[in-house]
């Protein structure tokens, strides 16, 4: 069992930055895939970016390209999402999710592929 644990939401406003971290505490976490999604109230959980185990590969949806950086430091097994020019409909919760893959597989947009979930973490952005 992988727990994962999300933290750097909070409230902003429009314009601004955030960081957000995914951390585990297992050492074989650099083995895993990891993606970012979110969720609004009434929403169904949406994509937003994910990276591959060696951190070669990544991906991101349209609705945050050229806005948000995936990375990855494997050396503190943590993931970060990068967040600029922060809009009031990036309000959601994000949550962060992995799957153990082989060390060539390409990041994967499908919720329903990975594994392990984080419990999420708020990020508000006021107008």
């Known amino acids: 069992q992988v727990q994962l644990l999300e933290s750097g939401g909070g409230l902003v406003q429009a314009g601004d930055s955030l960081r957000l971290s995914c951390a585990s505490s297992?050492?074989?976490?650099?083995?895993?895939?990891v993606a970012w999604f979110r969720q609004s109230p009434g929403q169904e959980r949406e994509f937003v970016a994910a990276?591959?185990?060696?951190?070669?590969?990544?991906y991101y949806a349209d609705s945050v390209k050229g806005r948000g950086t995936i990375s990855r430091d494997n050396a503190k097994i943590t993931v970060h999402l990068q967040l600029n020019s922060l809009k009031p409909e990036d309000t959601a919760v994000y949550y962060c999710?992995?799957?153990?893959?082989?060390?060539?597989?390409?990041?994967?947009?499908?919720?329903?592929?990975?594994?392990?979930w984080g419990q999420g973490t708020q990020v508000t952005v006021s107008s």
């Open positions: 999710a992995a799957r153990r893959t082989i060390l060539t597989a390409a990041p994967n947009t499908q919720a329903e592929w990975y594994q392990y």
């Open positions: 297992r050492r074989s976490f650099t083995d895993y895939a």
């Open positions: 990276i591959s185990r060696s951190g070669s590969g990544t």
